[in-house]
């Protein structure tokens, strides 16, 4: 698929960000290239802030490559995963 501004994504966040959910809907707000956009997370019962937007952020094909992305940022890096590691991934087709 190719990213456009106005495309939904998904991206994984922090469940305690989410309402428990770790899984949240995001609109592309920016395109950098095939796999590098700019998006606002649409966060569950939650305020709003600056937190959910998450810049230059990598986009996956598939929710596995994204997990496994973010494993290897949080092995790496050791944070945790909230704003820092989010990935973003095309939703499943149904």
């Known amino acids: ?9 998904h991206v994984l966040v922090s469940p305690e960000l989410n309402n428990g959910s770790e899984v949240a809907p995001a609109v592309i707000t920016r395109v ?24 230059s952020r990598r986009l996956h094909a598939t929710e596995a490559e994204a997990r496994e992305a973010v494993r290897r940022d949080t092995s790496t890096t050791g944070l945790p995963v909230g704003f820092v590691n989010v990935h973003a991934f095309w939703p499943t087709r149904a």
């Open 1 to 9: 698929m190719k990213p456009t501004v106005g495309r939904i994504v």
């Open 32 to 55: 950098f290239s095939e796999n590098c956009v700019n998006v606002r997370v649409l966060l569950d019962a939650r305020p709003s802030s600056d937190h959910e937007w998450a810049t």
